[in-house]
């Protein structure tokens, strides 16, 4: 009796394993079974809306998501296949249009190029040398912590600001700004690293003028940041470029990275960083900070 159940069972295995394997496609590289896309169709329509908006609207829905590039600095990001978009500075963007299939496959690429013919006068960029395209760039920061030891240390080459810190050491780069009472303004880079660990790159905005071998945090405490790489808030241990504000952890005290002005004259735009073990550091660049419209 026990030797006809094995062989039930043996055989009804096997049924199992041929009726399995049978729903297996043949092959997994473009004939219709779903892991790669068949709709390349990634072309996009530009409709200027206002000056300094346009509206971004894919040509096909065929797909699962669209990344959008918007000619910035900041790369693709995961954006809704009809986006508004904002583009407050003068000049020509290459903006570029990828459709992903099943598994993240990128299925297609667009690009159109939109020419900004002004820039936004109640957005412009008031940060000065955030592109540390040479030394008069550079020249428009300071350092509250001027390079103390070889642990903590802001390296300027390549059109980037370079931090690296070891042992917990940091520093806290910054300019003044020009701010009006009741007016909301916003922060943004593009920032680049292969990961690092145990470590902070944040951006505060406050009225208190940073000191000397004095960590900053504007006018509140270290949990006021706008913008921000942190690895204890879930960003920055693994390898990133793109927008800070993409990239980087939302701060739960405040979801939009808001600095509203209470008062208006001198604010302080500050990078404060720090950290255990930066590895090769966090660079940023295409520093921003704007009126909201």
Known sequence: MKTKISKIKILSFLAASLFISSCVPD????????????????????????ENHYTLTASNQNYLFSKWD??????????????????????????QHQIIGQGGVVAGTSSQTVKVDMSDPNSGNMIQGGKFADAADVAKWSLAFPNPSG?????????????????????????????????KYKAD???SSKGVADSWFEIYV??????????????????TWLRGINTWAGSGTSPFNGKISSVGSTNSNNP???????????AYFAIRSGGNDMKEGISITNIEFRGVN
Do not use: H
């Open 27 to 50: 092959t997994v590289d473009g004939d219709g079974n779903g892991l790669t896309p068949t709709n390349s169709d990634a072309s996009f329509t530009v409709t200027k809306t206002s």
């Open 70 to 95: 918007l000619g910035d600095g900041g790369g693709f990001a995961r954006a809704a296949n009809i986006y508004d978009i904002f583009l407050p500075d003068e000049g020509n963007y290459v903006i």
């Open 206 to 223: 406050g009225y208190a003028k940073p000191t000397a071998n004095t960590d900053y945090t504007g006018d509140g405490n270290d949990s």
């Open 151 to 183: 642990t903590a240390l802001w390296t300027f080459a390549d059109g980037k600001a370079t931090f690296v810190a070891k042992g917990w050491e940091r520093n806290v780069m910054y300019q003044a700004v020009n701010v009006v009472a009741g007016r």
């Open 256 to 266: 939009t990275g808001t600095f509203t002005a209470t008062q208006t004259g001198v």
């Open 189 to 191: 880079a593009v920032v």
